[in-house]
């Protein structure tokens, strides 16, 4: 678990410091440039992400399990993770209504991926992964959205073409990965096949 939660602090504190120290990530830029300073993050992070998987993965192989979520809150967990990747979608395809609306859909997407997470498991290394990534997520959006407010940003309105092409490609992406590579990637299948 120990790897899991040293994984989950160097992932989560680089991606925080424009919530907590926005002043000195400002000087760190002004210091070293924006790509010196964005591959040093990106290092972290990766590292960060590594332990992570290593760390969960071994957590998974002696469970403590705190709850058996009934099966009900499973379906409510897919519909969350189709949001979350429609969400990540709109992250990237230019004049969408959900970036004009929300301004920063990949962190709106992260807190339905976490919550959706929440909800389809009981562990004790679920709740810390996802629990980690729900909290960071709710601050984050909520002091990006602050940030916006406060410099005036705004996003340009969605196009029919731009919301199409959101959805279209969210809902793709979201069945690949319910159907194939959840599985492939995860070991663990979100829906019980027939063959």
């Known amino acids: 678990m120990s790897l899991l939660i040293l994984g989950l602090i160097l992932f989560l504190v680089p991606h925080s410091t424009r919530i907590f120290a926005d002043d000195w990530r400002a000087g760190m830029i002004?210091?070293?440039?924006?790509?010196?300073?964005?591959?040093?993050?990106?290092?972290?992070?990766?590292?960060?992400?590594?332990?992570?998987?290593?760390?969960?993965?071994?957590?998974?192989?002696?469970?403590?399990?705190?709850?058996l979520p009934p099966v009900w809150l499973r379906h409510i967990?897919?519909?969350?993770?189709?949001?979350?990747?429609?969400?990540?979608?709109?992250?990237y395809v230019p004049?969408?209504?959900?970036?004009?609306?929300?301004?920063?859909?990949?962190?709106?997407?992260?807190?339905?991926?976490?919550?959706a997470h929440l909800l389809a498991n009981g562990?004790?290394?679920?709740?810390?992964?996802?629990?980690?990534?729900?909290?960071w997520s709710i601050v984050d959006f909520r002091n990006s959205r602050r940030r916006d407010r406060a410099n005036g940003t705004t996003y340009p309105a969605g196009t029919l073409a731009?919301?199409?092409?959101t959805i279209v490609i969210g809902v793709a992406a979201w069945v690949a990965f319910l159907l194939y590579l959840h599985t492939l990637l995860i070991g663990v299948a979100p829906i019980a096949l027939r063959s």
């Open 77 to 91: 967990a897919l519909l969350l993770n189709l949001l979350a990747f429609v969400c990540l979608v709109a992250a």
């Open 162 to 165: 731009g919301n199409l092409l």
């Open 30 to 67: 002004a210091r070293l440039g924006e790509k010196p300073w964005k591959g040093a993050i990106s290092l972290v992070s990766i590292a960060g992400f590594v332990l992570v998987v290593i760390g969960y993965g071994q957590a998974r192989l002696d469970p403590v399990v705190l709850w």
């Open 123 to 135: 562990n004790l290394a679920d709740v810390i992964l996802f629990g980690a990534f729900l909290a």
């Open 95 to 115: 004049r969408n209504s959900i970036k004009a609306k929300f301004g920063h859909p990949m962190i709106a997407g992260v807190k339905a991926w976490a919550t």
